[in-house]
T-cell receptor
Framework: GQNIDQPTEMTATEGAIVQINCTYQ??????LFWYQQHAGEAPTFLSY????GLEEKGRFSSFLSRSKGYSYLLLKELQMKDSASYLC????????????FGKGTSLLVTP | KAGVTQTPRYLIKTRGQQVTLSCSPI?????VSWYQQTPGQGLQFLFE???????NKGNFPGRFSGRQFSNSRSEMNVSTLELGDSALYLC???????????????FGPGTRLTVL
């Protein structure tokens, strides 16, 4: 199965950098996703890692280490609008396009 | 291009009733997945349909069922509703021929179901 752990809540200051960690236990692996979800809205895609290393996309970067079952999402130059829930999700093997999600990390950006 | 649409957006039912939710995927997407989201459990996978066939199923009781039509639209049904079924039900579509990440999920706005 896929137990996915991430911190429940984090707080950071506007303009700062924050790192949200995600660990997973897996009997197989087919890629890791990060999604952002604002309150009352649908999750939206942020990043995808299937190989080890760092993927950079503007202010957001995501890192993956398959051997350690570990990923992180790095948010730079935080803005107030980054206050949201960040969801880590793993694509299990032989599961079609289904994703297993962690419970999400609620990030609060303060002035 | 229109996104994923779900109807209705809000629904109130009583225990024991049944409910049907509808999802229209992005044009050209053939896979539709359903998720239940609650504050305590987060997003939990219900099932996935591809070309009218259920390809995967999560760990939910048989009261939860679904289907997909030839135009890729999907419905999910919950029978004999329980209080614990109150949740946001999200539909997601995927598999765009032009996507570099075929299993990227595009979510609809969800249906908020309240069971009284």
């Amino acid at each position: 199965g896929q137990n996915i752990d991430q911190p429940t809540e984090m707080t950071a200051t506007e303009g700062a950098i924050v790192q949200i960690n995600c660990t997973y236990q897996t009997s197989g692996f087919n890629g890791l996703f990060w999604y952002q979800q604002h309150a009352g809205e649908a999750p939206t895609f942020l990043s995808y890692n299937v190989l080890d290393g760092l993927e950079e996309k503007g202010r957001f970067s995501s890192f993956l280490s398959r051997s350690k079952g570990y990923s992180y999402l790095l948010l730079k130059e935080l803005q107030m609008k980054d206050s949201a829930s960040y969801l880590c999700a793993v694509s299990p093997p032989n599961s079609g396009y289904a994703l297993n999600f962690g419970k999400g990390t609620s990030l609060l950006v303060t002035p | 291009k229109a996104g994923v649409t779900q109807t209705p957006r809000y629904l109130i039912k009583t225990r024991g009733q049944q409910v049907t939710l509808s999802c229209s995927p992005i044009s050209g997407h053939r896979s539709v997945s359903w998720y239940q989201q609650t504050p305590g459990q987060g997003l939990q996978f219900l099932f996935e349909y591809f070309s009218e066939t259920q390809r995967n199923k999560g760990n939910f009781p048989g009261r939860f069922s679904g289907r997909q039509f030839s135009n890729s639209r999907s419905e999910m049904n919950v029978s004999t509703l329980e209080l614990g079924d109150s949740a946001l039900y999200l539909c997601a579509s995927s598999l765009s021929p032009t996507s570099s990440i075929p299993n990227e999920q595009f979510f609809g706005p969800g249906t908020r179901l309240t069971v009284l």
